[in-house]
T-cell receptor, first 116, second 114 residues
Framework: AQKVTQTQTSISVMEKTTVTMDCVYE???????LFWYKQTASGEIVFLIR??????ENATVGHYSLNFQKPKSSIGLIITATQIEDSAVYFC?????????????FGLGTRVSVFP | ETAVFQTPNYHVTQVGNEVSFNCKQT?????MYWYKQDSKKLLKIMFS???????VNETVPRRFSPQSSDKAHLNLRIKSVEPEDSAVYLC?????????????FGPGTRLTVL
């Protein structure tokens, strides 16, 4: 069975600094996809970035990047040059590759607060 | 505008009542989902629906049932609500056949059961 664990409940950072969030996952599948989503204060859930299990290179999109450590089943999210609007709850999620209709398994989320 | 739309935004009801939530996506996707987000913010998949194939999370009580008229619509019916059904229900969609594709979420329907 799949499992996603985010151990950091909340993180506070100053604006324009870098924040790193941890996520570890469990799966029996050799092919899987890892996602990071952001949930804003209004409740909106927004996709940020994805890592495919077969890719060795860490994914990067804008000021989001991933630290994929496959042997440790770890997929950390790094946000550089943080802005006030990056304040949100960040969710790590996984889907195994066998069934494209399968839903995502989510972690409990990490609340990030960015202060000026 | 292409997105995932949900109605209503909020719903308050009494224990034992029946409720129905609507979801429509204009993204041209073939797969739709319902998630439940509880008070601790945990998001759990309830149903996946693709080409009339329904995948049910085995932990979902039988009083919940998805209803689809076409691939752009996936409604959620709860036959007799219970207090533990209070949560935010989120609809999502993704392109068919692309198991790497991200899911797009609607704004959610917040259900309060008194």
């Amino acid at each position: 069975a799949q499992k996603v664990t985010q151990t950091q409940t909340s993180i506070s950072v100053m604006e324009k600094t870098t924040v790193t969030m941890d996520c570890v996952y469990e799966t029996q599948d050799s092919s899987y996809f890892l996602f990071w989503y952001k949930q804003t204060a209004s409740g909106e859930i927004v996709f940020l970035i994805r890592q495919d299990s077969y890719k060795k290179e860490n994914a990067t999109v804008g000021h989001y990047s991933l630290n994929f450590q496959k042997p440790k089943s770890s997929i950390g999210l790094i946000i550089t040059a943080t802005q006030i609007e990056d304040s949100a709850v960040y969710f790590c999620a996984m889907r195994e590759g066998r069934n494209y209709a399968q839903g995502l398994t989510f972690g409990l989320g990490t609340r990030v607060s960015v202060f000026p | 505008e292409t997105a995932v739309f949900q109605t209503p935004n909020y719903h308050v009801t009494q224990v034992g009542n029946e409720v129905s939530f609507n979801c429509k996506q204009t993204l041209g996707h073939d797969t739709m989902y319902w998630y439940k987000q509880d008070s601790k913010k945990l998001l759990k998949i309830m149903f996946s629906y693709n080409n009339k194939q329904l995948i049910v999370n085995e932990t979902v009580p039988r009083r919940f049932s998805p209803q689809s008229s076409d691939k752009a619509h996936l409604n959620l019916r709860i036959k007799s609500v219970e207090p533990e059904d209070s949560a935010v229900y989120l609809c999502a969609s993704s392109p068919n056949g692309q198991n790497y594709a991200e899911q797009f979420f609607g704004p959610g329907t917040r259900l309060t059961v008194l």
